[in-house]
């Protein structure tokens, strides 16, 4: 009897166009293996792209894993067992919900060789025919209320006149439901027209649904909202003598208020120039490690770009390679002292940069976080700024940084970031306690631009 045969490599293959799921019911996300071989034996897992915690279900050592599933994963997520044989490692997905929607990846390892494929999921759900309340008098007008609930994507709500132009309303409300779907509200305020006829709709372009519905308001009740102008009109005489006497001690306070807030913000954008000034006084020249490249990156020559690559490298599986994160980190390692570095991002929409102490999970999904011995912040989507702290902190940007600095104080337990160019602070971790060595850590995401070490001229 001849022995089985694996083949050392294998491809992972899914779907090109995404699959669409109506929130509420069951979804496969497909997922093979070619050859077909069976994967009975292998590592399958799923995990969500550019999330902080993306495990969504793991099969290791004949059995599923999901210990350190996502939460609103559990009880949601299965393969297919008696299909593993045949190179099957689709997923079923119950339940999808709106949180559902997003990017995954099916990555399947063997002792030899490792392999993934994307797979974009798009939850669908057509919400209910709006409901239309009227609230009561306010600003000589009537308050109406449009709501409509079970949405996704999230739609756009307008309030249109009888001949269907849209009114001016206020801005549209929305929270969640119990499976994530968008519940919609929107407000306006009316006033007597020839009709008093009102039309709110619902629209989601990209399911080329629309929802409408009208309302008809009596004439007399826009007559009771208007009495209280003659009142309003007195009101408005009486005061007008009391603020022009109170007009230019006014004027004077508000002068010397505005005067003593720019000269406090002179003074933090001062002092955030200095700390920049004095944190670069500590760069070092960083080049990036080869033998901690994911199998997906690309590095340059010269050892100071990154990016990453269409197809998956053979390089061997030595311990210091990450095996997990399309990430690399930097030869020079820091256990003691300060250390400043500078990295080009331009336009690049999705990046996670900082530092990684020698310990970290090279082989497995980790969450991205200090506890994991990981000190971070990021870019996703272009526009979504984070400090991938425990919990993760929001960031605030007004400007969008192209070239970012890395300042790190062993003794201090600090790691902060900068936005180069325009010379603030964007982030600092603090009152950490390193015991360990850290690694400058890159992330260049998965567009085709590269991450680049530059280096730091005193005088920028």
């Not at 063997?110 to 994307?118: A, F, L, V």
């Not at 009709?195 to 009740?221: A, S, W, Y």
């Not at 009486?238 to 004027?251: N, Q």
């Not at 004077?252 to 406090?264: D, I, P």
Request: hydrophobic fraction near 35%.
């Amino acid at each position: 009897m001849s022995p089985l045969f694996f083949p050392e490599r294998f491809e992972v293959l899914g779907p090109a166009d995404p699959v669409v799921a109506v929130a509420g019911e069951d979804v496969v996300l497909p997922c093979y293996l070619k050859p077909n071989i069976s994967a009975v034996d292998l590592h399958v897992e799923w995990f969500r792209v550019q999330t902080n915690n993306p495990l969504v279900h793991l099969y290791r050592d004949h059995e599923d894993r999901n210990e350190n599933q996502v939460p609103s994963y559990r009880g949601r997520t299965s393969l297919f067992p008696e299909e593993l044989s045949k190179g099957n490692t689709s997923l079923k997905l119950n339940e999808v919900r709106g949180s559902d929607d997003g990017r995954y990846k099916c990555f399947v390892r063997s002792h030899e060789w490792s392999e993934d494929s994307s797979i974009n999921l798009n939850i669908k759900a057509v919400g209910t025919q709006p409901v239309i309340s009227i609230e009561g008098y306010k600003e000589g007008g009537i308050s109406l209320v449009c709501e409509s609930k079970g949405w996704y994507p999230q739609p756009q709500v307008v309030w249109m006149d009888s001949e269907g132009h849209n009114l001016p309303a206020g801005h549209t409300e929305t929270h969640r439901d119990s499976m994530d779907l968008f519940i919609m509200r929107r407000r306006v305020i009316v006033q007597e027209t020839e009709t008093n006829r009102f039309t709110c709709r619902v629209l989601q372009q990209q399911l080329n649904e629309m929802k409408e519905t009208i309302t008809d308001i009596p004439g007399e009740m826009f007559h009771r909202a208007h009495p209280w102008k003659v009142t309003f009109a007195v009101v408005i005489s009486l005061a007008a003598v009391a603020v022009l006497g109170c007009t230019v001690l006014a004027h004077r306070f508000v002068k010397l208020r505005t005067k003593r807030g720019q000269l406090k913000e002179q003074h933090v954008q001062l002092k955030e120039q200095y700390e920049l000034l004095k944190a670069r006084s500590y760069a070092v020249d960083v080049t990036l490690d080869p033998d901690t490249a994911h199998p997906r990156l690309i590095l340059s020559e010269d050892r100071k770009q990154v990016k990453y690559g269409d197809k998956k490298q053979d390089l061997p599986d030595n311990p210091e390679r990450i095996d997990w994160w399309p990430c690399v980190l930097g030869k020079e390692g820091f256990s003691s002292g300060r250390y400043y570095w500078e990295v080009q991002v331009g336009d690049k929409t999705d990046w996670r940069l900082g530092v990684a102490r020698e310990s970290m999970n090279r082989k497995e999904c980790v969450t991205l976080n200090p506890t994991n011995g990981l000190w971070l912040i990021w870019l996703r989507n272009g526009n979504e700024y984070k400090a991938l702290a425990d919990p993760i902190v929001p960031l605030c940007l007004s400007v969008k940084p192209r070239k970012l600095g890395v300042y790190v104080d062993y003794e201090e337990g600090q790691v902060s970031f900068y936005n180069v160019e325009d010379k603030f602070c964007i982030y600092n971790f603090c009152g950490y306690n390193f015991t360990e060595k850290l690694f400058p850590f890159f992330w260049p995401g998965f567009c085709s631009s590269s991450l680049i070490l530059s280096p730091v001229s005193p005088r920028n």
